[in-house]
Structures are given as structure tokens and as C-alpha cells.
């Protein structure tokens, strides 16, 4: 990641050097480059990009708006994860199909979802722009794995009560206390950082969002949030813990 062509010129150098001094062969072929300009909100075009180089290969171009999977996350570089709700939805929704006709008992079924499904969704909770309506479709997949971990039909009418295992229950959680849990986590570990960067990038985000709704109010930015969500999502940490 670099500020510049020119810097990220600068640092494929680097890296060719390294390699070439340790013998390792860099497969170009499978790299690729995507640029954006934030100030301006375009993306840089393609001349400009051809000029980014390993060596002496030209690195294919990835165009902005293309999600490329980085550290497990499926986002582009302008920071939109929209296609790693796609794949968590469709990842819950293959394992609905292979959930049919089990030898469980009731247990080991929640026990599985728990363990293989959840999980899933959880790792990127907290970095993933979720809006309601994508997280209902979520739980709908994790209500149907439910119902067949119960051994019922897939139509039955079930609507399920969540308890805590020290009174009889499963412990299960839907998608949206998930998401908060993680988001808070995040938020966290943000605020009791000792990285200067990192506490100045939350506290650009409150200012950010006191300035859009024109309140300093934290209530009050957050009932803006639940009000436009069927049209833009969360996208920074801060919104995401007000949402949630």
C-alpha cells in the first residue's frame, strides 16, 4: 500500500531487490494494482497505472470498484466490503444445503453451526458494512440450520427463544449481537491503544459524524444511522458501534 505511484515504485524496488538477493521468484503474473485518488473520489487511470512496475513487468490493473480478498476480508481499495456480505451470505447459504439429514442429535447440530458457521461471520464483523436487511437474511439462513438441527421441516413455524446454557439454553446469538460484540471489542482496543494514529482516526470519526448530523449527541447520530440504513451502510467502526 502506498500514497503515490511514484512510492509504490519505490517500494516494489525494494522488495525486487530483497528478492533478487535472497533468489526468490515473484509470481507478477498472479499481482495486481488498483489506484484511487480520495481527494478528487476518482479512480487514476490506467496511463498512469501502467507505470507501476516489478522490475521490469508491468502489473496488471485491478479496477477500484473490483473487492480483492486482503487478510481474509474481501473489500476494495476504496474500503467497501459489500463483497464480503455477498460471500458470508453465500457461505451460510451452501451449508443450509449440506445441513439436511444429519445423525446429530439437537445439540451437536448448534454445536456445529457454532463451531463451522458463526465463525464465518465473525471474524470480519467488526470491519464489515452490514445494514439490517442483509443481516436478517443472515439470521434467516441460521434460523433455517436451526431448524434442521432439530430435525424439523424447513416451513415450520418455529420463532426461538434465546437463553443463556446456565439456564437450559444454547447460548446461540443472531448475526446483530455478533456484529456488536465484535465492533465493541474493536472499539476497545482502539481507545486503550498507545498508537497516537490510531486514537486520532477514532477521534476523526466522531467528529465526522457530529459534523454530518449536526449533533453532538451520540443518541442522536445513532437514531440518524438506523434511519438511513436501507441505503448506505456503516462504514467506519465508530458508526458500526452506534448502529449495532
Not at 494494482?33 to 479512480?43: I, L, N, P, Q, S
Not at 458463526?118 to 458494512?129: K, Q
Not at 470519526?205 to 448506505?232: C, F, I, K, M, Y
Request: charged content about 20%.
Amino acid at each position: 500500500i502506498a500514497s503515490s505511484v511514484s512510492d509504490m515504485n519505490k517500494l516494489l524496488r525494494k522488495v525486487h531487490e530483497f528478492a533478487t538477493w535472497a533468489g526468490m521468484d515473484m509470481c507478477v503474473h498472479k499481482c495486481e494494482v488498483a489506484g484511487f485518488d480520495f481527494a478528487t473520489g476518482k479512480e487514476i487511470p490506467s496511463r498512469e497505472l501502467r507505470q507501476v512496475r516489478y522490475g521490469d513487468n508491468p502489473l496488471p490493473r485491478l479496477p477500484a470498484d473490483q473487492a480483492v480478498r486482503y487478510l481474509g476480508l474481501r473489500l476494495n481499495i476504496q474500503g467497501d466490503t459489500t463483497a464480503e456480505t455477498k460471500y458470508i451470505l453465500n457461505e451460510a447459504r451452501l451449508a443450509c444445503a449440506k445441513f439436511t439429514k444429519h445423525p446429530f442429535t439437537y445439540r451437536q447440530g448448534f454445536d456445529l453451526i457454532r463451531t463451522s458457521i458463526e465463525p464465518v461471520f465473525g471474524y470480519s464483523a467488526a470491519i464489515t458494512s452490514w445494514t439490517s436487511a442483509s443481516l436478517r437474511r443472515l439470521e434467516e439462513h441460521w434460523s433455517l440450520m436451526g431448524r434442521r438441527a432439530w430435525h424439523l421441516t424447513n416451513g415450520h413455524n418455529v420463532t426461538p427463544f434465546r437463553t443463556t446454557s446456565d439456564e437450559g439454553g444454547l447460548a446461540q446469538h443472531p448475526p446483530a449481537l455478533v456484529a456488536a460484540k465484535r465492533s465493541l471489542e474493536m472499539m476497545e482496543k482502539s481507545c486503550n491503544s498507545i498508537n497516537p494514529d490510531i486514537l486520532n482516526l477514532v477521534a476523526h470519526e466522531w467528529h465526522q459524524l457530529r459534523a454530518r448530523w449536526g449533533s453532538n449527541q451520540p443518541h442522536e447520530v445513532q437514531a440518524g444511522l438506523l434511519l438511513e440504513d436501507s441505503t448506505l451502510q456503516a462504514r467506519t467502526l465508530l458508526s458500526r458501534v452506534l448502529y449495532y
